[in-house]
């Protein structure tokens, strides 16, 4: 639990790593409507999907549970506004979000993208999320909003001339170190909002189910220093699927919401998060 005042506060469901595929179907209701419930019953801002929302490509059949698994997510949505971010480019595969853009719920579900502010704004009727537009300066938002995907090479290095592995993954640590750079200087201009970040992805000092430990520099992991150069006051983390904290950030991973795969013993669940 992070806390900026006493003055006003702001309530969040932050959960990751859903993974929702057929066969997996009650797991994931039972994950997603538990939260439901416990945001209706103590009241909720905003419900935070921090990646790999599905298992992989999925067919728009009844086998698949399609339909059902959008329904689960309206209900979030019907509490408080959605927002979500791409996982891994294999479970949320290219373009398969948008879907729940088009649902119709009371409040809004919103995918966020790479390098974007995002306001969370409200009125007597309903909440929603949208991009923050300096020309529609009519309504102040409540938060600030970023959301960065797990970091892919097609769209980090499109114009970074990279050759060879190894330059490959410098360049796009360097890329995503800039990215998080841009966002603090967004995040400067909104020192009164609080600002919460979605992030997908490996962090240098985070830990496996199976104690596999994520170190500096390995593969395409952030480092605690680029997490913490965007100012957010919470940074909603999913890949890792074992529950824990960033050192001493308020960065966190709240696992997956089943045991998905081996070595997974933690008690599935979500964070709950009041800023």
């Not at 639990?1 to 066969?23: K, N, Q």
């Not at 704004?121 to 949208?130: G, I, K, L, P, T």
């Amino acid at each position: 639990r992070t806390t900026r005042g006493r003055d006003c506060s702001m309530r969040i469901y932050h959960l990751a790593d859903i993974h929702a595929r057929h066969d997996r179907y009650d797991e994931v209701a039972t994950s997603l409507r538990t939260a439901r419930d416990d945001a209706r019953k103590n009241g909720a801002d905003l419900f935070v999907l921090a990646g790999d929302t599905w298992d992989g490509p999925v067919q728009n059949t009844a086998g698949a549970r399609f339909a059902d698994f959008l329904s689960l997510v309206r209900e979030l949505a019907d509490v408080a506004p959605v927002v979500m971010i791409y996982g891994t480019p294999t479970h949320d595969t290219e373009g398969s979000l948008e879907v729940f853009e088009q649902i119709q719920a009371r409040n809004s579900i919103t995918i966020l993208r790479p390098g974007k502010a995002y306001g969370l704004y409200c009125d007597s009727n309903r909440a929603w999320v949208s991009a923050i537009d300096r020309d529609k300066g009519y309504m102040t938002p409540e938060a600030l909003l970023f959301g960065v995907p797990e970091p892919n090479k097609k769209w980090l290095l499109a114009n970074a001339g990279a050759t060879g592995k190894d330059e490959a993954d410098e360049a796009v640590r360097i890329a995503m170190r800039n990215l998080f750079l841009g966002l603090g200087g967004i995040r400067k201009n909104h020192p009164g909002l609080p600002c919460v970040l979605l992030y997908h992805g490996q962090v240098a000092g985070a830990r496996s189910a199976t104690g596999f430990g994520v170190e500096r520099g390995t593969g395409l992991a952030v480092t605690r220093d680029d997490l913490e150069a965007v100012g957010a006051d919470y940074i909603a983390l999913g890949d890792i699927h074992e529950p824990q904290q960033i050192g001493d950030l308020p960065a966190y991973y709240p696992g997956s919401v089943y045991p998905k795969d081996f070595g997974e013993t933690h008690q599935a669940g979500c964070n709950v998060v009041e800023i």
